[in-house]
């Protein structure tokens, strides 16, 4: 492309992206919505299909089971088959998975769209990030995976207050299929807008507007780097470890307590709505969209490290995590749920500088497998603790029953708490374990920009 053309084609590029982008961050919000949407439908499937905590909590859990299972997969169809296919697939599977949940005469059926959810939904966040690699400039991909999770977190915003109250106004079976209805469309803007790169479209790729005249030898030695390579070298790195266990930790705690037990726990131990009881899960996701734009400004332009702000952001998670757990002699007054749902919250924003830190540990042509096992450290530790905490408050339930749903007392959610602290602890730990790498001569291949 000649130099008079390449203004016009960065206009054109510039304009093309940001579709591409809000497509991409739309369809992981659904995923997030997903992950979420068991707190507020705990009571009624539970009524419904006449299932104890420890079901329902495998039906939390196999999203997770799932999704950490599908990451290094995910990666694979990233490179290969491409984010727009994979992408486009994933939204149609989800939508059906959704459908077939909704009409579901049984638990059965219901698992299995839960299965066909999970599968569908597993394979979109390792191809945004695939897509802002080729359609961002090395400089931006930080602020704009950020920007990114604060965005597609308003898919859990969506499963909190709003999703309860459209339960209390049309039932679950129709909100879930009016989520179907609307990932189905989504799925065709996804076919009709995402492209996997400039090339496709005859515009030149990203690396040459940072002034090369090749591509970085970082994205030319990919294509010579085999699976089985790529894996022996990923699992060898020892330096991923503190990064897999700082996302084991939150990740897992947040989303056993936030996405499956927060409304039914608040329900019972306070006597709330579920429109209420929800507002804490709102606020929480609130407070999750804040924590990822600012612990990455704090990495970033404050700190220049991401060790310290992980620590800080951590520590915040696990600090607010033992307060709910052991405040007032278990049972935090009411009305200081807010302030504590919030900034847990905030502390789990620190996924995005735990996705970066990735960059500085992993060379370019291993960061999309290392970023996939470093992800499916928190989904992992969730499949494990959903239904643990299921166990543990079935195991403390006395045998009183509600509304044909089974009443547990507060003793009871104290155990399953407690399970969370354990996990926001292990994260903690493991955070003070990653070291910054300042002062080390990094080698040509983890300088190439993206």
């Not at 308003?154 to 079976?173: N, S, Y």
């Not at 790729?205 to 089985?228: C, F, Q, T, Y």
């Not at 600090?319 to 709910?324: A, G, H, I, N």
Request: charge should be positive; glycine fraction near 10%; aromatic fraction near 12%.
């Amino acid at each position: 492309m000649s130099e008079p053309q390449l203004p016009e084609a960065i206009g054109k590029l510039y304009r093309q992206r940001w579709r591409i982008w809000i497509i991409a961050c739309l369809a992981h919000s659904i995923g997030l919505f997903h992950r979420a949407s068991m707190a507020p439908l705990a009571d009624r499937l539970m009524a419904d299909f006449s299932i104890s905590a420890t079901v329902f909590g495998s039906l939390g859990a196999v999203y997770f089971y799932v999704y950490s299972a599908m990451q290094v997969p995910a990666g694979t169809l990233a490179d290969t088959l491409g984010p727009r296919k994979t992408i486009t697939l994933g939204l149609i599977t989800s939508a059906t998975g959704a459908l077939i949940m909704s009409q579901a005469p049984t638990f059965t059926a219901v698992y299995t769209g839960r299965l066909l959810i999970s599968f569908g939904v597993s394979v979109v966040w390792i191809n945004a990030v695939k897509l802002i690699s080729e359609w961002f400039r090395h400089r931006e991909q930080a602020t704009i995976t950020g920007i990114s999770i604060s965005v597609i977190n308003l898919g859990q915003v969506a499963a909190a207050t709003p999703l309860a109250f459209f339960i209390g106004l049309v039932g679950w079976r129709v909100s879930i299929l009016t989520i179907s209805l609307i990932t189905y469309g989504l799925a065709a803007a996804a076919w009709l807008i995402i492209r996997n790169s400039p090339v496709q479209v005859g515009l030149p790729p990203v690396w040459k507007l940072n002034g090369r005249d090749h591509a970085p030898d970082g994205i030319k030695a990919e294509a010579s780097i085999s699976l089985g390579q790529r894996l022996k070298l990923v699992f060898g790195n020892k330096r991923l470890i503190p990064l897999f266990l700082g996302h084991l930790g939150v990740v897992g705690a947040y989303s056993t307590f936030f996405n499956n037990w927060a409304v039914i726990y608040i329900m019972q131990t306070y006597g709330t709505a579920r429109d209420a009881a929800a507002n804490f899960v709102l606020t929480a996701a609130v407070g999750l969209i804040a924590g990822s734009t600012i612990a990455g400004l704090f990495s970033d332009r404050i700190f220049r490290s991401k060790r310290q702000p992980a620590v800080v952001f951590i520590g915040i998670f696990l600090t607010f995590f033992l307060v709910l757990t052991f405040g007032n002699g278990g049972q935090p007054p009411l009305n200081t749920l807010y302030p504590i749902c919030f900034f847990i919250g905030l502390g789990i924003g620190v996924s995005p500088i735990i996705f970066a830190a990735v960059s500085d540990v992993a060379p370019p042509s291993l960061r999309g497998t290392a970023t996939g096992l470093v992800n499916s450290g928190g989904f992992i530790s969730a499949a494990v603790a959903q239904p643990l905490f299921g166990y543990l408050i079935d195991r403390g339930w006395q045998g009183e029953m509600v509304d044909g749903v089974r009443f547990y007392p507060q003793a009871a959610f104290h155990q399953g708490l407690i399970v969370c602290c354990i996990l926001a602890a292990i994260g903690f730990v493991g955070i003070l374990f990653y070291h910054d790498k300042h002062g080390q001569k990094k080698s040509p291949e983890s300088l190439s920009p993206r």
